[in-house]
């Protein structure tokens, strides 16, 4: 069964400096992967999805990941953090084979000081 | 508008009530799932729906069912709610794009 690790369930960065959220997956075939964000009280929105195309996938607000498969990572970057990047952010992945479902990592919160 | 539609938006319930959470999608969905979300657990499968009349668990089925009639809702029934089943929970529908599309979400409280 597929699964996703997320490092860190905290992360802080200052206004500017590079956002960089870590994602690891265990999947036993080349697997789909996605970043979604949530805002508080909110519900999840989109960032990015990987889908065996371009190994680099850029996403809305600047963000983008990059597809590792020899690290089994699919992390998330962002140049410059800005105050309104500050969210809660997950990390999930589905096979998309017999319709397997989305599986989700615990998430990662994101803290932009000024 | 498309989406996903989630109804009520807030709930309290006593302790051994019953209580349905509704989705709805009128973007002709086959797939169709619920989720739970809880502080430092990330989103957990409930159950899922690979079309009507088509249902599966989850990782966290106990104390919910599910149906699936139409193509447009799949309905979280709680039989008997339990204060463990505090949560917000979430629907989504997938599409052919690879998308997933979320509700807005139910908060609910069970005292």
């Known amino acids: 069964a597929q699964s996703v690790t997320q490092l860190g369930s905290h992360v802080s960065v200052s206004e500017g400096a590079l956002v960089l959220l870590r994602c690891n997956y265990s999947?036993?075939?080349?697997?789909?992967l996605f970043w979604y964000v949530q805002y508080p009280n909110q519900g999840l929105q989109l960032l990015l999805k990987?889908?065996?195309?371009?190994?680099l996938v850029k996403g809305i607000n600047g963000f983008e990941a990059e597809f590792k498969k020899s690290e089994t990572s699919f992390h998330l970057t962002k140049p410059s953090a800005h105050m309104s990047d500050a969210a809660e952010y997950f990390c999930?992945?589905?096979?998309?084979?017999?319709?397997?479902?989305?599986?989700f990592g615990k998430g990662t919160r994101l803290s932009v000081i000024a | 508008n498309a989406g996903v539609t989630q109804t009520p938006k807030f709930q309290v319930l006593k302790t051994g009530q019953s209580m349905t959470l509704q989705c709805a999608q009128d973007?002709?969905?086959?797939?169709m799932s619920w989720y739970r979300q809880d502080p430092g657990m990330g989103l957990r499968l409930i159950h899922y729906?690979?079309?009507?009349?088509?249902?599966d668990q989850g990782e966290v089925p106990n104390g919910y069912n599910v149906s699936r009639s139409t193509t447009e809702d799949f309905p979280l029934r709680l039989l008997s709610a339990a204060p463990s089943q505090t949560s917000v929970y979430f629907c989504?529908?997938?599409?052919?794009?690879?998308?997933?599309?979320f509700g807005s979400g139910t908060r609910l409280t069970v005292v």
């Open positions: 999947s036993s075939v080349p697997p789909y």
């Open positions: 973007m002709n969905h086959e797939y």
């Open positions: 999930a992945v589905s096979l998309f084979s017999g319709n397997t479902p989305l599986v």
């Open positions: 990987y889908t065996s195309a371009a190994t």
């Open positions: 729906s690979v079309g009507a009349g088509i249902t």
């Open positions: 989504a529908s997938l599409g052919s794009n690879y998308g997933y599309t």
